[in-house]
């Protein structure tokens, strides 16, 4: 798909992302990034969804300029992105995630940690002892008990 | 409700205060009535198929200025006009279909104070009673009957009132007349005449009092039932109603309302449900209250921000059950009219998790409203409520697909504070996961939807539209296109007619 292609099937009010991923393929990767790039929060949020959702060589590059925007909109849809993308990848951007001011995007990034398990819930630890936000703690903590 | 703007009736001009006429021979045409500044009787009309005509002098008649104009139509093919003229003779003339406007000529060589009101009624196609106070405050009748003409007036059972006192008259059946009057002593006075029995005498109506030569107006919603109007002594807007059953009940005030002294009330009943007030109140705005068998009295409102001078009359015409029309001679001597015309509602309640950034909330909602109002459905906004939730403000919502929703969806759905079971409950969040501009699964019957804050002006109603059962559609231009409605052509944008029927046989929409 064009660039502008995409731009245009992301505009829409409700989008099939599993449909899109399959039809933009790995090959979008470089124009997703430069939609997020571009910091629109029309946009951007979707672009960072979708290349997660890929889950190609680039994709937790895209993720990873998401969650340093400006918007919240856009951070909050990068910490949502998280749970599509591998442990690896997903590890570094988390880390900056779980220390995002915004209490709503410290807990989507904890319940994208939760989903991906393994070793990177080890930093759910932390956030159940220091969050500043009783509900962000008991989120990780009620996802460490299960 | 749905009132339309208040317009100028093809620049007619008249004295401040003065009475516009109105009457619709059938469903789909209007004939107005007015004393012009230049003391001109002027007329116009409105047709379904044509709109507004310019005003035309009626048969060169004149006037004094604010006088009223009263007209009947025997038939939908026929119309008789009274005024009292510039020499306080009492003047009729007539419009038939077949022969055009006739002459003005004196009725019986009746007199009355210059702008007073001549009352006529038509009890069946072929016979007209008028009512009118005389020159020497006498109550005073005469009739016309089509098998022999007019006859001479005479006094109505020796009442009086004071010079100019409109004398009010209605048939409930075709036998049977009622007629309301304020007394020389201030005192609401009644009497009637029965095909069986002749004139009664005048009696006292519940020991109501109103200003000398207050109107008193009166409703028959039923044959057994009339309903009376008046503005009382302290200004205060009072009813009350008499049924064959029970008789006259005490006067009482209407909803606190309140009016200047000697101001008419004007009625109308769409059905024998319901009756429709409306009155220029003590701050020269037009107020409005309804009366309905299921809900009792209603509050008073301005009728879409319309002004007049203090006492002004509102004339009303229901040509329709679901319609309305109103005209009034304005502040600046302009005449004005407006509509009210039945619509279905959809109430809304908003829950604000975060305020949207593309566009303002208002603005989203001011756009729904638009788009709905001409599908003739009034967006109401029932409630609006913040919602302190940072936890569900990104919210999952899956597939977003009809029928299936998540825990977090489940969870902010439960928030439905003052909304009934067939209200929508639409939630202003930051965001979904995945990212989209709104979406409007609802668990079964638990009418909701979401728009986030990316969405464009159109998404609420776009999302709401779903939740009416609507689905995507391909064209640009339309609410429910499917591309986007950031990219909606020419806006604002369009519902198709299958569209409104579709919403309009939804629950919600009633």
Known sequence: ?146 | MGWAPWFGVSGGRAALRSPISCIARNPDHLDLFVTGTDGGIYSTWWDASSGWAGWFSVSGGRAALGSPITCVARNPNHLDLFVVGTDGGIYSTWWDASSGWAGWFQVSGGRAALGSRVEVVARNPDHLDLFVTGTDGGIYSTWWDASSGWAGWFSVSDGRAALGSPVTAIARNPDHLDLFVTGTDGGIYSTWWDASSGWAGWFSVSGGRAHLGAPITAIARNPNHLDLFVTGTDGRIYSTWWDAASGWAGWFNVSGGAAAPRSRINVVARNPNHLDLFVTGTDGRIYSTWWDAASGWGGWFNVSGGAAALSSPIDVVSRYPDHLDLFVTGTDGGIYSTWWHQTEALRVHVKVLTEPTSVTRAQMIQSMQDVHRAAGIDVVVASTETLNLPLLTDLDVGACTRGSTTAEQNQLFGNRNNAGTDDLCVYFVRSTVPPLNGCAAHPGTQWSAVVTSVASPWTLGHECGHVLDLPHVAPTDRLMMGGGTWNITNPPPDLAQSEIDTMLAHRLVR
């Open chain 1, 1 to 146: 798909m064009e660039r502008d292609e995409l731009r245009k099937a992301l505009d829409r009010d409700e989008l099939d992302y599993p449909a899109l991923a399959s039809e933009a393929g790995p090959e979008s990767i470089d124009d997703l990034e430069a939609l997020v790039a571009e910091d629109e929060p029309r946009i951007a949020p979707k672009a960072a969804y979708l290349a997660a959702l890929i889950d190609a060589d680039g994709s937790d590059r895209v993720v990873d300029l998401a969650a340093r925007s400006r918007h919240d909109v856009v951070r909050a849809s990068a910490a949502a992105a998280l749970g599509s993308l591998t442990q690896g990848r997903a590890a570094p951007i988390a880390d900056r995630l779980l220390a995002d001011p915004d209490a709503g995007i410290r807990a989507r990034t904890v319940k994208s940690v939760g989903l991906l398990g393994g070793e990177i819930q080890g930093s759910l630890r932390k956030v159940a002892d220091e969050d500043d936000d009783p509900g962000v703690r008991a989120l990780a903590e009620e996802l460490i008990a299960d």
